[in-house]
């Protein structure tokens, strides 16, 4: 895995890339506008410039994380308008800075089955909006919390199928949540076989990014609290499997830790479980 962490672009993206590097991070993701209001003022050439040059001096692969207020399964015709034109939004900010992957939750709603065929009726508006675009939404897994879809790895499949382009979704893994959906990450032996299965039904290509947190709350509470890397209630085996999983050498993998001031501590753990 690329290890890495959410880093502030407080000043502009570009300065992500040094903050990315004083933390010792490979890899880095960023909100390309804030994650709490509907719009943001276009990047300007000269911002989408550094980023770029940022990039190419780093050398480290970047992916961009969605607005929270985005829900693509809303009934609410105003909600669902903002938030595929957010999509849009930030799909092209994401293609301006060279960024492949917008990592977004899939949505809520109370009727799970009518919510996912929201979701994928929304990402084929987007997609036909936004034809040739190379980014793409990466939909997370999330915790289950309230109504939030996705928690299962087969509600994330089953938008995947019936999009009507699967091929511009990728799928983004993070710990905390499928520990916190219900999924056994107590070992290196269940990691595994979570892996797998998320291999088997997405294809190891769709998995584009994983998000690595601990988790403050316990297996099946399905409530997204992230936690600093051994300090909640995953413990270090999840992350000694995945770190070392062959089939992820070249995957961006970002911290989402409460505390930035420990993204290098944290980091330094991950590595110290790579086996030699
Ligand atoms: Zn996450």
């Keep these: 895995m690329k290890l890495g962490a959410h880093e502030s672009v407080a000043g502009g993206v570009s300065l992500a890339f040094g903050r990315a590097e004083a933390h010792g991070a490979q890899a880095v993701q960023i909100f390309t506008r804030s994650a709490r209001g509907w719009s943001a003022p276009p990047l300007q050439a000269e911002e989408r410039r550094a980023f770029r040059r940022a990039a190419r001096t780093?050398?480290?692969?970047?992916?961009?994380?969605?607005?929270?207020?985005?829900?693509?399964?809303?009934e609410d015709p105003l909600v669902r308008?903002?938030?595929?034109?957010a999509v849009r939004?930030?799909?092209?900010?994401?293609?301006?800075?060279?960024?492949?992957s917008l990592v977004l939750h899939p949505g809520s709603h109370p009727s799970r089955r009518?919510?996912?065929r929201l979701v994928a009726r929304a990402l084929d508006e987007v997609h036909r909006s936004l034809p040739g675009l190379v980014a793409q939404v990466c939909l997370e897994v999330t915790a289950g919390q309230g109504n939030c879809l996705g928690h299962r790895l087969e509600e994330v499949e089953e938008i995947l199928l019936r999009v009507e382009a699967p091929g511009r979704v990728g799928v983004c893994l993070d710990t905390c949540h499928l520990f916190s959906?219900?999924?056994?990450?107590?070992t290196e032996r269940g990691t595994a076989a979570v892996v797998d299965e998320a291999v088997r039904r997405f294809g190891r290509r769709r998995i584009r990014c994983f998000h690595l947190n601990d988790s403050l709350r316990p297996r099946g509470a399905r409530v997204d609290r992230h936690a600093e890397i051994g300090r909640g209630r995953i413990?270090?085996?999840?992350?000694?499997?995945?770190?070392?999983?062959a089939r992820f050498r070249d995957t961006p993998a970002v911290l989402e830790t409460p505390n930035p001031d420990r993204y290098a501590s944290g980091l330094?753990?991950?590595?110290s479980l790579i086996r030699k």
């Design 181 to 186: 959906a219900g999924y056994d990450l107590s």
């Design 114 to 116: 009518r919510g996912l």
């Design 58 to 74: 780093a050398r480290v692969p970047a992916i961009a994380h969605g607005s929270y207020l985005v829900n693509l399964a809303s």
């Design 81 to 85: 308008t903002r938030s595929l034109g």
């Design 268 to 271: 330094r753990l991950l590595h």
């Design 235 to 245: 413990g270090l085996p999840a992350f000694r499997f995945l770190v070392n999983d």
């Design 89 to 100: 939004e930030e799909l092209q900010r994401c293609e301006a800075l060279g960024i492949r």
